[in-house]
């Protein structure tokens, strides 16, 4: 479910009840999903190289705009994820997408693993890895929850929260609202721009600036009609308030001036 995360007391140019960040479902269960397939928990085979068809090199195919396969000592093979389109690179440079590419590809893998935090997988003499960031929407993140729901025991049911620490729970108040899309979380999260004028050397100079940190504002003591947690509760920066998902507001109620 969709949440926000409001600011309460003003502090670091941000008024009390500015929407410090506006977390959709799309990004929620997607940045649950990254943290769950990140590389480094992958470990490693016993040739020091991420192991394949782990749960973090299904999530790096369904992420990557590229799979890169090394098919010799001095070939590896690109596919572009979307077509299936294929194309070989070796040391000899070729036009490839309008410009001149090679590779040294043993120079590269040994150059890329000699970090621990590499993204290297496969096997001595047929590495694979992925590049090239792609759009990430709602049909890519149902895959990537279908591939963890079947190779790890985590569950989608139990990942529709944002992660946040132990601090943001403290100095911000988290809500649950109905879900919206990107477009609506950057308009909730907007600065206020307006004319600001500044001299210099004596010559006054108008720019469009921001003037605020949020254009939009809450008042959150009015408008959420909490049960659970009360006013003083989440005024307290030493307390920690958990979220009540079963409560879910509507952006418009709590946001009355904000227009998409």
């Not at 670091?12 to 480094?40: E, Q, S």
């Not at 992958?42 to 299904?58: D, K, M, T, V, W």
């Not at 990430?136 to 944002?162: C, F, N, S, Y």
Request: charged share 30%; net charge positive; hydrophobic share 35%.
């Amino acid at each position: 479910m969709a949440e926000i995360m409001l600011k309460i007391g003003d502090e670091a140019g941000f008024l009390d009840g500015d929407p410090i960040h506006a977390f959709n479902d799309r990004k929620i269960l997607w940045t649950n999903a990254n943290v769950i397939c990140h590389h480094r928990r992958a470990g490693f085979n016993q040739h020091g190289l991420r192991p394949l068809a782990s749960a973090a090199e299904e999530y790096a195919k369904l992420t990557s705009e590229y799979r890169f396969e090394r098919v010799s000592t001095k070939e590896i093979l690109r596919t572009r994820m979307a077509t299936n389109e294929q194309d070989v690179f070796s040391d000899v440079p070729r036009i490839v997408d309008g410009r001149s590419q090679h590779i040294f590809v043993q120079e590269y893998v040994d150059y890329a693993t000699k970090r621990a935090t590499h993204r290297i997988f496969g096997l001595p003499g047929a590495e694979v890895w992925y590049g090239g960031s792609i759009r990430i929407d709602v049909g890519k993140v149902d895959q990537m929850w279908q591939m963890i729901e079947t190779k790890t025991p985590k569950r989608k049911a139990d990942h529709k929260l944002w992660p946040a620490g132990g601090l943001d729970l403290q100095h911000h108040f988290m809500f649950h609202v109905e879900d919206f899309d990107d477009a609506a979380a950057d308009s909730l999260t907007e600065p206020e721009f307006g004319p600001v004028t500044k001299i210099r050397n004596g010559i006054p100079k108008t720019k469009r600036m921001a003037v605020k940190q949020r254009k939009n504002n809450s008042r959150w003591e009015e408008s959420l009609g909490m049960s659970g947690p009360t006013v003083d509760d989440i005024k307290n920066k030493n307390k920690r308030v958990d979220r009540k998902p079963e409560i879910v507001h509507t952006l418009n109620k709590v946001f009355p001036a904000w227009r998409m």
